[in-house]
């Protein structure tokens, strides 16, 4: 059973808006998440992550927002660069119960910014 | 220089051939992971060691079989390829002597497999 959930495939956005990914997960033990961006022909790069204990983490164009009731979560890119295409990588960890912290990922959503 | 470094980059081998997979980093990292990556399903976690002499099985570890050389060093064993092994490999590191949790891995260009 799938513990973090990318139900989009893929997304589509024109160039300056806004681009929105977004992420569910089952396991209330998640307490940290992390977006990871990946190329074609290279490995996953850390993009941007938030813990439990808040609810938006911002760092330049991108921002993560955790709703821990909804147990969802999404990242906003703005404005969307044509740079930005690649597929994004949801990714949730546990401090505790049994996982020793690895970390758990979604099937991936892949972004198209249409100039 | 990359910081991990995975070879070979690309491989074709043959049913029941044995191939080795090797990572390794320059990141002074003490945890290191294998993942593969198919069409549709993300990345799923093969084996993972957090030291030397701790090696751990992952959520598909069946027909792999790996060894942690030395820190910097983890390679991944086919023992006998087989097509359904045909994927897109990753080595990850990650420091584990930071807060537990805080678990961002930093990822190795992928070793494109096939086995025919």
Redesign the interface.
Known sequence: DQQVK?NS?SLSVQEGRISILNCDYTNSMF??F?W?KKYP??????LI?I?SIKDKNEDGRFTVFLNKSAKHLSLHIVPSQPGDSAVY?CAA???YGGS????I????TKLSVKP | DAD?TQTPRNRITKTGKRIMLECSQTKGHDRM?WYRQDP??????IY?S?DVKDI?K?EISDGYSVSRQAQAKFSLSLESAIPNQTALY?C?TSD?RGS???????????TRLSVL
């Open positions: 990318q495939p307490d940290y992390l990871y022909a290279e490995g996953p790069t850390f992550s813990s990588f960890s546990a401090r020793q912290g690895n970390l990922f979604g099937k991936g | 991990v992971y549709g399903l993300g990345l799923r976690l993972y957090f751990n992952g990753f990850a584990g537990a949790g805080r678990n961002i891995q930093y990822f190795g260009a992928g």
